[in-house]
């Protein structure tokens, strides 16, 4: 069955970086999409980056220069590189994944437990 742990979370001061790191297993990477979403307290959830199948990337406007996602198929990991953050960034980060990432894929599928990121 799909699994997905998150790990990599933390506290970094505004301007400083973090790399959040996602485990899949139960099913072959290369052929879903996968990516990272948001949520912050009171606020909706927001996809941040994904990326699908044929290895096509999205990102938010509100990340775009500053976040880098990637994957290795063969390991089954996803990774997001974070970098100049944002106190706005502040946020639950989950890992996701599901057939498509076609509009609202961080609303279907399944993610991971989460990962919490704190900029100050």
């Known amino acids: 069955h799909v699994q997905l742990v998150e790990s990599g979370g933390g506290s970094v001061q505004a301007g400083g970086s973090l790399r959040l790191s996602c485990k899949a297993s139960g099913f072959p990477l290369s052929s879903r999409c996968m990516g990272w979403f948001r949520q912050a307290p009171g606020k909706e959830r927001e996809g941040v980056a994904s990326?699908?199948?044929?290895?096509?990337?999205i990102y938010a406007e509100s990340v775009k220069g500053r976040f880098t996602i990637s994957k290795d198929n063969t390991k089954g990991t996803l990774s997001l590189q974070m970098d100049n953050l944002k106190p706005e960034d502040t946020a639950t980060y989950y890992c996701?994944?599901?057939?498509?990432?076609?509009?609202?894929?961080?609303?279907?599928?399944?993610w991971g437990q989460g990962t919490q990121v704190t900029v100050s």
């Open positions: 996701a994944t599901d057939r498509s990432c076609r509009s609202g894929w961080y609303r279907r599928g399944s």
């Open positions: 990326i699908e199948s044929d290895d096509t990337i």
